[in-house]
């Protein structure tokens, strides 16, 4: 069964870990990340950012594939179904579709509008027992077409979206979605200390985790982000394996070409990705 990623991140921060949220497009992408979970006993946050949802065919698909999943792998771990970067209807489909989180992401209104819809939207999730996910200065690379330049996030700004009592919050501190730039400045470690300082228990969310060098990562955890975006990495990865396979020839031999065998080392590879990022995070035999 679906849950809300409340108690998990409330967990992590107290326990300084931090839970991967895992992004899917497909099925293999659900079935390795789940499995994988369930292999290391750790909780685990799906996310489904509005083209992938799309690609999926909508969200009640989406919700259907994750929870017959659920029952049939005999999923025990905690997981969470999350909006990424919804806009305030993606978020409202989602609530209609039965995800268990979502992310609300009105970093580009003014800050009055992004508390207004934020404001709307918690009473909406609390009501629903979800988990509702705010987001302050733009977080940059591309995502969906939306490019921005990573900004780094007001920590007053961010008390303020804090105090509104959504669950968790993704403030900018120079992180970026996709691969990083060769003259990327890294984390801002000063913003984050002081947004954790003016937030309290509020579990922080880190956008972009894909080439964050592990040591940042690691820094970053210890000053109170909970949740860690993973997506390109695995992309990446399961690019890699696929590309290896038909290099090598085997989609010509046999039954090589069955998309049950093609995408076989793709699979793998996600799975040893996820596998990977939840022991950085530290959150294997955490569930």
């Keep these: 069964m679906l849950v809300s990623a409340k108690e998990m991140l409330t967990k992590a921060k107290a326990g300084k870990y931090a839970v991967g949220q895992f992004n ?3 099925l293999e992408w659900t079935k390795a990340i789940l499995l994988t979970a369930q292999e290391l006993n750790s909780p685990v946050i799906l996310g489904v950012s509005e083209g992938a949802g799309k690609y999926m065919t909508g969200y009640k698909t989406v919700v ?4 017959g999943m659920l029952e049939e792998l005999k999923i025990t771990v905690p997981v969470a179904l999350h909006l990424d970067h919804g806009s305030y209807e993606g978020c409202m489909k989602c609530i209609e579709a039965g ?3 979502i992310m609300f992401d009105g970093s580009h209104y003014p800050i009055e509008e992004n508390i207004a819809k934020t404001k709307e939207l918690v009473k909406i999730t609390a009501e629903k027992g979800m988990s509702l996910e705010a987001e302050v200065g733009s977080i940059g690379g591309e995502e969906d077409g939306v490019v921005g330049a990573g900004e780094v996030a007001d920590p007053n700004e961010c008390k303020q979206i804090a105090d509104l009592g959504v669950t968790m919050l993704a403030a900018g501190i120079g992180n970026i979605h996709g691969k990083y730039p060769a003259n990327w400045k890294g984390l801002d470690f000063g913003v984050l200390a002081e947004i954790q300082k003016l937030t309290g228990e509020m579990p922080l969310v880190l956008h972009g985790g894909t080439g964050i060098p592990e040591e940042m990562i690691k820094t970053a955890i210890s000053l109170g982000v909970s ?7 695995c992309q990446l990865s399961f690019a890699a394996a696929t590309r290896k396979y038909v290099e090598a020839g085997k989609d010509l031999e046999g039954k090589g070409f069955d998309p049950r065998k093609l995408l076989a080392p793709g699979f793998e590879a996600i799975k040893a990705t996820v596998k990977e990022k939840m022991e950085l995070f530290g959150s294997v035999g955490k569930a």
């Design 24 to 26: 899917i497009n497909n």
């Design 64 to 67: 259907g594939m994750v929870n």
């Design 99 to 101: 995800f268990s989180s």
């Design 227 to 233: 949740k860690i975006n993973v997506n390109t990495e």
